[in-house]
């Protein structure tokens, strides 16, 4: 099982329109959470953290559910400049050689397609 | 703001020849990091280093070595590159405040590598 999964999509939506990915992790002692954006060939770019008790950025709300290992991210009134592919990245915590080691790993994507 | 640099933007070598390819930071991170991309595989992280001359393999270290001599420069190479690293190359850097917890990755633009 990897360590991060998410649904490849491709979501296609209208301008406007609400849109919800979702991001399930296998461990967990992760202790922290990020949402990346991937425009089409270039390299990716922070969009936001996501904390314990919800955060809120502008048009973006990231949630984090530990009790089911899965994290979200909420995007509404969906602009055609947010297409993208969305990487849900967690850092995980592995044992290794007598000391604990963290790690990110990435989800392979999300692909989101904002039409007009 | 940070600044990843890697040196190419676009690469075409042959199969055989032995490929450099750099990647300089200007934030004094401790942590940096080479990773490939390729469609339907999301990135994989090749090699990463926590300190100068330390280095640790990630997933697919086959066929790749690094070096880093100092702090602000990790150099990936391919001893003897084959068409299967054809690929788009990430390099990444992040500050560490413990071995445990990884800070967001902060990546260059990424070096398209064709091997003919």
């Known amino acids: 099982r990897k360590e991060v999964e998410q649904d490849p999509g491709p979501f296609n939506v209208p301008e406007g329109a609400t849109v919800a990915f979702n991001c399930t992790y296998s461990?967990?002692?992760?202790?922290?959470f990020f949402w990346y954006r991937q425009d089409c060939r270039k390299e990716p770019k922070l969009l936001m953290s996501?904390?314990?008790s919800g955060n809120e950025d502008g048009r973006f709300t990231a949630q984090l559910n530990r009790a089911s290992q899965y994290i979200s991210l909420l995007i509404r009134d969906s602009k055609l400049s947010d297409s993208a592919t969305y990487l849900c990245?967690?850092?995980?915590?592995?044992?290794?050689?007598?000391?604990?080691?963290?790690?990110?790993?990435f989800g392979r994507g999300t692909q989101l397609t904002v039409w007009p | 703001d940070v600044k990843v640099t890697q040196s190419s933007r676009y690469l075409v070598k042959r199969t055989g020849e032995k490929v450099f390819l750099e990647c300089v930071q200007d934030?004094?991170?401790?942590?940096m990091f080479w990773y490939r991309q390729d469609p339907g595989l999301g990135l994989r992280l090749i090699y990463f280093?926590?300190?100068?001359?330390?280095?640790e393999k990630g997933d697919i270290p086959e066929g790749y070595s690094v070096s880093r001599e100092k702090k602000e420069r990790f150099s990936l190479i391919l001893e003897s590159a084959s068409t299967n690293q054809t690929s788009m190359y990430l390099c990444?850097?992040?500050?560490?405040?413990?071995?445990?917890?990884?800070?967001?990755?902060?990546f260059g633009n990424g070096t398209r590598l064709t091997v003919t």
């Open positions: 990444a850097s992040s500050f560490v405040s413990s071995r445990a917890y990884n800070s967001p990755l902060h």
């Open positions: 461990n967990s002692a992760s202790q922290s």
């Open positions: 996501v904390y314990s």
């Open positions: 990245v967690v850092n995980i915590i592995k044992a290794d050689r007598g000391s604990t080691l963290g790690r990110l790993y």
């Open positions: 934030m004094d991170h401790e942590n």
């Open positions: 280093s926590y300190d100068v001359k330390m280095k």
